[in-house]
Every structure is written in C-alpha cells, then in structure tokens.
C-alpha cells in the first residue's frame, strides 16, 4: 500500500562524519543534495534532507543570506529540511557534563541551532523534524563519576529544553555506546526520566546504534540476550520488542539503517554501531520488518510519533557513496518501510 507519511528523508552528514584530514575527503553539501534528488524508486523520490550545522556544509554562525541560500539549493531540488544536528561537541561545544564552561558552550551550540531551526521554519522549507543531541563526552570521563555526571547532563539537557521550548523546538537525544550516560538502555531512559520533559526532549533511534543497545556493548548489564545467543530469529525478535518497548515511548526521530553487530569508527569519530549498506548480507537487521518495532505500536499500529525517517550511513567509502545504486537501493528499502507501517 502506497502512503504519504512519514516523508522520506536522506541525511547529508554521512559526508562529513568519519571524513577529514585523517580519513578521506569530506563530501560537501551540494554534492549529498545532488546525489539525494537523483535517486528515483519506481517514481518516488527523497522528500527531503537532514542536515549538519557544521562546516563544511553549514555553519552554526550562518548569516541569514548563507542560510538563504542553502534554502534555495535545497528548494531547487524539491527537498525539505527536517532534523538538524547540534554542533555540541568540543571545540565548539562541550560535555553535558563537562565544566561550567564547557555545559555553557553546550548550551550556546542548542540556541544557535534553534534560532536556524526558526530561520528555515521561515524560510519555507522547514516544517518538522528535531533539533538533535548527545552528551558530548566519553563513557571513560563520564564513568569516572557516574551519578555526579548524569545529573550534571540532566541538568544542563533540562537548560536545553528551556531552550528549545523558547523556539518552538524539540530535542532529540541518540542513543550511542560512544556517548557516557547514553552508552546503555537504562542510562538512556534514566537521563530522560531524570529531565522529565517528554513533549520537548525524546529519543533519536538509529537502527544501527540501538541494535547494540540489545546486545549489552558498553554496559554488558543491560543485554537482552543470554551468552548463548546465536542471532536465532525468535530469540532475536523477542530482545529487540523488549528494547524498543522500553524506548518507543520516547522516540520521536527516527533513524532507518542497517549494522552487521559490530562497532566502527574512522576520522575523528569515536567507535560507534557500524552502518552497513541496507542490503549487505552480513547485516542483522530484515531493515522494512524491524522498523515496524520502532514505527508500530503494541497492537501493530503506525504511533505517527514523527512525520519523516531518515536513512543515516556514516562511514561509508566516497567510492560507494558516489555510486547512484547507493542512494537507489536505500530509497528502495525507506519505500517498502513506508509501504509497510506508513499512513495517510
């Protein structure tokens, strides 16, 4: 069945993330818009983009004539702006949890997002999507002092939702094992609980990341599965609704990708859920079926909880994220996500 919600949407920072003097060159902006209108799946096409607020493609401190024209690249080719990702890591940023110092650079970087947030509201390509987050610092730091800590990112995650609140925004956290105090499901859910402000502060699950979530990477307590575990389907599937029971009530950004159960990281990103091409065959994921753990609820029904997906790659080749069939084969798969769990 053919649905028109949620939009589909690519993401430009897989041109950016894991790139750099170390690794290879960044793709900029332009050329992930080009190669993100160009994809075509029996007639659908991308609705849209998800952006980074970072040089090389667009930077924090834009002027309003730099963000128009972004706006006017991305209406050119029929694209939407939706989700955006705060710069809230060092130099710029710093550690939820780091010093006042740093929890204020934080900060800084959350209202510098929310106001281009506003300006793309504006400007008229801008209608949904979130503003997202992490803690910005390490497990080793953070677990130096676990409880000072999550109540150091809880309070300064509570400033940002005043914040984002004051720019009719809402925040979305990633859940990542790289991130201390989100490098596990229950420190995730903690953190949320401690901040108690669901309608402005929820989840951003990427497929990739929360798949190490279930297997207990970083925080071996919080495994789903026994040591015996074997990627058995019924085993499997129970774990996974486990998981996406506890975090589908905060979900309100939603990744679709793929990971083959390992971790990653090249350039100056951290090690994180490797994302995998959506059909590779050593991926765990049947991608369309177990988005509808994240997208559906208990009865089977669509939550409508965001109104766009969108396909995160990272630390893909330039050579594969050059390649047409690329960007073909991962509509194909958001296509059949929407076929499947969508709504009208």
């Given at each position: 069945?053919?649905?028109?919600?949620?939009?589909?949407?690519?993401?430009?920072?897989?041109?950016?993330?894991?790139?750099?003097?170390?690794?290879?060159?960044?793709?900029?902006?332009?050329?992930?818009?080009?190669?993100?209108?160009?994809?075509?799946?029996?007639?659908?096409?991308?609705?849209?983009?998800?952006?980074?607020?970072?040089?090389?493609?667009?930077?924090?401190?834009?002027?309003?004539?730099?963000?128009?024209?972004?706006?006017?690249?991305?209406?050119?080719?029929?694209?939407?702006?939706?989700?955006?990702?705060?710069?809230?890591?060092?130099?710029?940023?710093?550690?939820?949890?780091?010093?006042?110092?740093?929890?204020?650079?934080?900060?800084?970087?959350?209202?510098?997002?929310?106001?281009?947030?506003?300006?793309?509201?504006?400007?008229?390509?801008?209608?949904?999507?979130?503003?997202?987050?992490?803690?910005?610092?390490?497990?080793?730091?953070?677990?130096?002092?676990?409880?000072?800590?999550?109540?150091?990112?809880?309070?300064?995650?509570?400033?940002?939702?005043?914040?984002?609140?004051?720019?009719?925004?809402?925040?979305?956290?990633?859940?990542?094992?790289?991130?201390?105090?989100?490098?596990?499901?229950?420190?995730?859910?903690?953190?949320?609980?401690?901040?108690?402000?669901?309608?402005?502060?929820?989840?951003?699950?990427?497929?990739?990341?929360?798949?190490?979530?279930?297997?207990?990477?970083?925080?071996?307590?919080?495994?789903?599965?026994?040591?015996?575990?074997?990627?058995?389907?019924?085993?499997?599937?129970?774990?996974?609704?486990?998981?996406?029971?506890?975090?589908?009530?905060?979900?309100?950004?939603?990744?679709?990708?793929?990971?083959?159960?390992?971790?990653?990281?090249?350039?100056?990103?951290?090690?994180?859920?490797?994302?995998?091409?959506?059909?590779?065959?050593?991926?765990?994921?049947?991608?369309?079926?177990?988005?509808?753990?994240?997208?559906?609820?208990?009865?089977?029904?669509?939550?409508?909880?965001?109104?766009?997906?969108?396909?995160?790659g990272c630390m893909f080749p330039n050579k594969v994220m050059m390649e047409p069939k690329t960007w073909n084969d991962i509509l194909g798969a958001m296509v059949e996500v929407r076929n499947r769990h969508g709504w009208d």
């Open positions: 069945m053919t649905h028109t919600y949620p939009k589909l949407h690519n993401a430009a920072w897989p041109g950016l993330v894991g790139k750099g003097e170390d690794s290879e060159p960044v793709i900029d902006l332009e050329t992930m818009v080009n190669l993100t209108a160009a994809a075509e799946v029996d007639g659908q096409k991308f609705d849209g983009l998800d952006v980074f607020l970072s040089l090389p493609h667009i930077d924090i401190n834009s002027s309003d004539d730099e963000l128009k024209k972004v706006a006017d690249l991305l209406k050119s080719k029929n694209l939407a702006v939706g989700s955006m990702v705060a710069p809230i890591w060092p130099p710029s940023g710093g550690p939820a949890f780091g010093s006042e110092t740093e929890r204020k650079q934080f900060l800084d970087m959350v209202k510098k997002s929310c106001i281009i947030g506003k300006k793309f509201n504006n400007l008229g390509i801008r209608s949904y999507g979130i503003i997202r987050i992490d803690t910005a610092g390490g497990t080793e730091d953070w677990s130096k002092n676990p409880v000072g800590n999550q109540k150091k990112s809880a309070e300064t995650f509570t400033e940002a939702c005043n914040i984002a609140e004051s720019y009719g925004e809402r925040l979305a956290a990633e859940g990542e094992i790289c991130w201390g105090g989100m490098h596990g499901w229950k420190p995730m859910i903690e953190l949320f609980e401690m901040v108690g402000r669901p309608k402005t502060l929820g989840f951003q699950a990427d497929m990739a990341h929360t798949l190490l979530y279930m297997l207990g990477y970083n925080a071996e307590d919080d495994s789903l599965v026994g040591p015996e575990f074997d990627w058995n389907k019924e085993e499997f599937d129970a774990a996974y609704k486990k998981l996406t029971d506890m975090l589908r009530p905060w979900t309100i950004d939603f990744h679709i990708a793929q990971n083959d159960a390992t971790v990653f990281g090249s350039g100056s990103h951290d090690k994180t859920g490797r994302h995998c091409q959506v059909a590779d065959p050593n991926g765990k994921l049947d991608v369309p079926y177990h988005a509808g753990f994240w997208l559906n609820d208990e009865k089977g029904k669509p939550t409508k909880a965001m109104k766009h997906i969108c396909w995160d």
